[in-house]
Structures are given as structure tokens and as C-alpha cells.
């Protein structure tokens, strides 16, 4: 039997420690290599992901357009905040329009009315902006420095805009219900009527006409230019993603529309709405 000096076992000892450690530290290289290739995947899928989202809200955007430049009556989108689901490439897109004119303008309605709908501060600041000749750009100014406070503009956001109508006047045949209930000079019962009329597809009644354009209403003038189109996506592959537009709703061919304001994601806020029901296409 073959005895095995001391200094053998040693050095077989010492090898064998260097042999783990080059073992372990080629597992960590390797550990190290495969999650550094499980997140970059990830990242490229999440890349990838947010890509398709993306082209789905334009896509939703390029719904909304078309549908508000229908030629029939009967199909063509009606912009008050109904809901309209479209299918895209295994995708659901909800997709809802408003037309600006049916909002109060913060740069040109009158100020009682700003007042009576938006309260005091929002038109305390909304006058200072005009006399020093600064009118707002955007809604979300009223969030900012200088302005109200997030809590007024949400309060605002779902019945104000910067791109109403150049006189002022807020359509009476696109404006939100809670617009209609707090417009001062008009009846709860008024309200309720011309609420009704756009839900049956109908013109308002002259007597009711008139009722609304004493208290300042425009009850006659045609949806648009501008409208804030919002899109929210599901995707097959797990895309989600929100935006909201104002879309100007260009004329001429050469160009089908141009934004004005883009928020992505679209603001979490208390968005008006209708009664008229889904609509699919």
C-alpha cells in the first residue's frame, strides 16, 4: 500500500481549493452573463411593448378623425364624451372626443360666467392673466406656479379649455351636462331639455333655443374646429397606455389634422361624459 506524504496531501489540498474557486467564480460570470441577458430581453420587450402602445393611440387618434369627418350623418362620431370601442390589430381601443367649443374658454369667456361655473379663484386668476395681457396656453397652467392649485384644476379640466370659440360662447349642443346644470341664467329644467334633445339626435326647440341663447349659449354653430380626443389601449401582448389630444381638424387634404396640446398618460380626472351609450365599430 502506497503512503501518501504530508506535503502531497497539501498540495493536492491547495489545488483543489483553487480548482472550487475558479468554479465558483466561473459560475458567478456565468450568473452574472444570463441576467444581464434576461434583462436586456426585458427591456427590449418592455421597448417593444411601449411601441406598439404607442402607434395604438395614434391609431385610436386616426379613428377619432375620421369618425368626426364622416360623411354619413348616421356614423359620423358625435363629440360630447361617449365612448367609442374599436378593435386594431388584437387590440381594444377606447377612444372618446369632445368638442372644444362645447367648453368654457379660460382666455375669452365672461367673467360671471367663469365665476358662477369655476368659482372665484379660477376667475380671480383667470382676469389677472388677461390685464397683463399673459392669456393661458393650456388648461394644466392652472396647476402650476402662479396658478389655483391641482385640486382646481381638476375641477376645471372637464369643463374648461384655451381653444374655444373666438367669441366666447360655449355650444349648448356640445357642452358637458355638469356645464348645462351650473350655467348661470339657465333652468335645471332647460338643462335637462337641451340634455335630452343632443341624447335623441335632435335640434333644440325654438322656445328652447331661445331660453338658451338669452342665457348666453350658442345653440347653431357646428362642432369644431378643435376637439380633445382621448385614447386608451389594451393590447394582446399586455401594451397599456393612455393619451389625450386637442386635435385641430385641418380643412384641406394636405394635412388631416395637427395637435395642439399632447398629455400622455391622459390626466386621472373626472371626465364628463353622456348618456347616449357605447358605441362599436
Do not use: K
Not at 395604438?56 to 379613428?63: D, K
Not at 370601442?85 to 372644444?100: C, K, Q, T
Not at 340634455?195 to 345653440?219: K, N, S, Y
Amino acid at each position: 500500500m502506497r503512503r501518501v506524504a504530508a506535503g502531497d496531501m497539501r498540495e493536492q489540498g491547495a489545488a483543489l481549493v483553487v480548482v472550487l474557486w475558479i468554479c465558483a467564480v466561473v459560475a458567478l460570470l456565468a450568473g452574472g452573463f444570463t441576467l444581464s441577458v434576461t434583462l436586456e430581453a426585458r427591456r427590449l420587450s418592455a421597448q417593444v411593448r411601449g411601441a406598439e402602445a404607442r402607434a395604438l393611440v395614434e391609431a385610436g387618434l386616426a379613428h377619432a378623425v375620421m369618425g368626426l369627418r364622416q360623411p354619413n350623418a348616421q356614423r359620423r362620431w358625435v363629440p360630447d364624451g361617449r365612448e367609442y370601442r374599436v378593435a386594431e390589430e388584437g387590440a381594444s381601443l377606447s377612444v372618446r372626443v369632445w368638442d372644444e367649443g362645447g367648453r368654457l374658454d379660460l382666455n375669452r369667456a365672461p367673467p360671471p360666467v367663469l365665476e358662477a361655473v369655476l368659482g372665484m379663484e379660477v376667475a380671480a386668476w383667470t382676469a389677472a392673466r388677461r390685464t397683463a395681457g399673459q392669456p393661458a396656453a393650456s388648461i394644466a397652467e392652472l396647476a402650476g406656479a402662479g396658478g389655483p392649485g391641482a385640486a382646481a384644476y381638476r375641477d376645471a379640466a372637464p369643463l374648461a379649455t384655451v381653444h374655444g370659440a373666438a367669441d366666447g360662447t360655449v355650444s349648448a349642443l356640445a357642452a358637458p351636462p355638469a356645464l348645462l346644470r351650473a350655467w348661470p341664467g339657465l333652468t335645471a329644467a332647460d338643462a335637462a331639455a337641451l340634455l335630452e334633445a343632443r341624447r335623441a339626435g335632435q335640434a333644440p326647440g325654438r322656445e328652447l333655443a331661445g331660453r338658451a341663447q338669452a342665457a348666453g349659449l350658442a345653440v347653431d354653430r357646428p362642432p369644431g374646429p378643435a376637439f380633445t380626443v382621448r385614447v386608451e389601449v389594451a393590447g394582446g401582448q399586455g401594451a397599456r397606455a393612455s393619451a389625450e389630444a386637442v386635435l385641430w381638424i385641418a380643412v384641406d387634404a394636405a394635412s388631416a389634422y395637427r395637435i395642439l396640446e399632447w398629455r400622455e398618460p391622459a390626466p386621472d380626472l373626472h371626465l364628463p361624459g353622456t348618456d347616449a351609450g357605447m358605441n362599436q365599430q
